[in-house]
């Protein structure tokens, strides 16, 4: 530090740098000149000290003035004159050597100091530096955490506001849940009373009575599978990435969904293939998807004439995906409409939210896929999808 090394001091005034001067020169003439340190024969050193600490602390001109000082006092004190009689042929070049050599070692001390105080400068510059980049870097750190609360406190509202849409899209077909699930739990109902028929014979059928049981075993199994798709779709929790069969969640949807389009004269088609990878994504939200896409053209067709069908295809599609379409022959998509039923709060229907389509886009991209609206061969809409098979999409 400055402050606890002399050497680092600043400079100090004109007017001190040239009394240190004229002091250490003094201060060497005094010490050469003490009887009692016996320094006559080695005064060369002490002067050049004295140009030295001369130009450490003033700089050049302060240097030169030591400099000539001690030539003046060397010269006087310690060299005969020239005109004397115990002059000697050498002590003139001695005197020239000694102010060379005062010269180049005040030049030396000038430049050592003009590069120690770089050198200081740059160490300032460095740890001022160091610490506005520290300061920085706390304030991206804070900038990034509270990126990330936002970030998670957008997934989380993502996640509830696509609960409550699964929630609504459930409320408006209790009907046909309701149905679907009344079919099973019917078919059962006669089987156990054909199983007490056949078992209450004088002689009982055990083997019609063991069909009508598993008949009852299979109808229970069915309702139990529907009641546990409905409740996965109601359950709040975090999305959670995995390998999916799509053409499973499709098949899973379409029984879901088959009391609704039986409701209306509507025939369900589909075509999945049996070698179709599987895709990374959670379960529950593709399900979603598929069952917002599948009611949309469901309830274009409630009102239309001629055929109603829904057509829903799975296949292949390039760079390691799978495309999936659903079309239907409903009303259509008005041409100036098209760009904006992705939009949020933008909605055909007459009691729609406007925000079915706008979940099912963000889902979709939240796992690395696309969805959009794609030309219809004849009458209706048609939406496709594309999510990836094997890059894990991002969160």
């Not at 050049?48 to 000539?68: D, E, H, N, Q």
């Not at 999936?324 to 992705?342: C, E, K, M």
């Amino acid at each position: 530090m400055p402050r606890s090394n002399p050497l680092l001091w600043p400079k100090p005034s004109a007017i001190w740098s040239y009394g240190i001067a004229v002091f250490s020169v003094a201060a060497a003439l005094i010490l050469s000149r003490w009887p009692a340190l016996h320094l006559e024969a080695a005064p060369v050193s002490l002067f050049l000290c004295a140009v030295i600490l001369s130009a450490w602390f003033g700089g050049v001109r302060p240097g030169l003035l030591a400099t000539a000082l001690s030539a003046l006092a060397f010269y006087y004190y310690f060299l005969p004159p020239i005109y004397s009689l115990h002059a000697k042929p050498g002590e003139i070049p001695r005197l020239a050597v000694f102010m060379v050599s005062s010269l180049f070692v005040g030049s030396l001390s000038v430049a050592q100091r003009s590069a120690t105080e770089s050198l200081r400068r740059a160490r300032d510059d460095l740890k001022a530096t160091v610490q506005e980049l520290q300061s920085t870097n706390e304030a991206l750190q804070a900038e990034s955490r509270e990126r990330k609360r936002s970030e998670e406190a957008l997934r989380q509202a993502q996640a509830d506001l696509a609960r409550a849409n699964r929630v609504t899209t459930m409320g408006e077909l209790t009907a046909s849940l309701a149905h679907e699930v009344n079919q099973p739990i019917a078919a059962a109902v006669t089987s156990a009373n054909s199983c007490l028929h056949w078992l209450a014979g004088d002689i009982p059928n055990l083997d019609k009575a063991r069909a009508a049981a598993m008949r009852i075993v299979k109808d229970g199994t069915r309702a139990a599978d529907i009641i546990s798709r409905v409740r996965l779709l109601f359950q709040k929790r975090a999305p959670q990435r995995e390998g999916v069969r799509m053409n499973e969640v499709i098949t899973e949807m379409v029984g879901l969904l088959r009391g609704e389009a039986t409701r209306y004269a509507i025939s369900v088609r589909t075509e999945l293939p049996v070698d179709l990878p599987q895709v990374m994504g959670d379960r529950v939200q593709l399900q979603q998807v598929m069952m917002n896409l599948m009611t949309n053209s469901i309830d274009a067709m409630k009102e239309v004439d001629g055929a109603r069908e829904l057509s829903i295809k799975s296949q292949r599609a390039g760079n390691e995906q799978v495309l999936v379409s659903v079309s239907d022959t409903g009303v259509g998509l008005p041409p100036q409409q098209a760009d904006q039923i992705f939009n949020a709060f933008f909605t055909t229907k007459a009691n729609g939210t406007g925000m079915g389509l706008r979940i099912c886009r963000s889902i979709v991209e939240s796992h690395g896929g696309r969805l959009w609206t794609a030309e219809n061969s004849s009458r209706g809409a048609s939406f496709c999808l594309t999510l990836p098979t094997k890059i894990e999409a991002k969160e």
